[in-house]
Each structure stands twice: as structure tokens, then as C-alpha cells.
């Protein structure tokens, strides 16, 4: 990946500086208006939900507990949208 932040500035004694501090500024709206300023974290969460917890879980599948031959064992996980139960039971 290339860090592109900050530009370096480039300057030619005939032409005068380049790229202009305009021209910085329009490279970054751009570069804001095509990527996105959260893109990048949303891509690594998505990649850790997909990815990552799956295989922690495979990894650390049964839990031990404090209840002599009791333990939990996870399958099968699955996040969703949050979900709100209301005490009458009731979901949303």
C-alpha cells in the first residue's frame, strides 16, 4: 500500500511550485470523494467478522468452566444486527 498523505512537494525553479497547495487540496478531496474516510475500517471489519472470528472461535471451541463437568462448547457463530428484547418478551 502506498501512503500517499502528506504529498511531497515538488518544485521546479522555471515553473514555480508543483503541485500547488490547490492542487494538494483537490487530490485529497478526491481522494476522499472516491475512497471514503472510513472505507479502509470498515474493510477490516467486515475482514475480522468473515475471517478472523471464525477461526478464534474454531481455536478456543470449548470453554472451560468453574462447574466441575460443565463446560461450553461454540458452534456455528453468527453476528447480526443488534436485537432488543423488551421484558414482555417482545423483540425489535
Known amino acids: 500500500m502506498v501512503d500517499l498523505l502528506p504529498l511531497p512537494v515538488v518544485s521546479?525553479?522555471?515553473?514555480?511550485?508543483?503541485?500547488?497547495?490547490d492542487d494538494r487540496?483537490?487530490?485529497?478531496?478526491?481522494?476522499?470523494?472516491d475512497k471514503g474516510l472510513a472505507n479502509h475500517q470498515?474493510?477490516?471489519f467486515n475482514d475480522f467478522l468473515d475471517?478472523?472470528?471464525p477461526k478464534i472461535v474454531e481455536d478456543f471451541k470449548v470453554v472451560e468452566t468453574e462447574i466441575k463437568?460443565?463446560?461450553l462448547v461454540l458452534e456455528k457463530i453468527e453476528v447480526g444486527w443488534p436485537r432488543i428484547k423488551e421484558s414482555d418478551g417482545?423483540?425489535?
Not at 12 to 21: L, N, Q, W
Not at 25 to 33: D, P
Open 69 to 71: 463437568g460443565l463446560k
Open 90 to 92: 417482545s423483540e425489535s
Open 25 to 33: 487540496w483537490a487530490l485529497v478531496e478526491r481522494f476522499i470523494k
Open 51 to 53: 475471517k478472523k472470528l
Open 42 to 44: 470498515i474493510k477490516s
Open 12 to 21: 521546479s525553479p522555471s515553473d514555480g511550485e508543483f503541485p500547488t497547495r
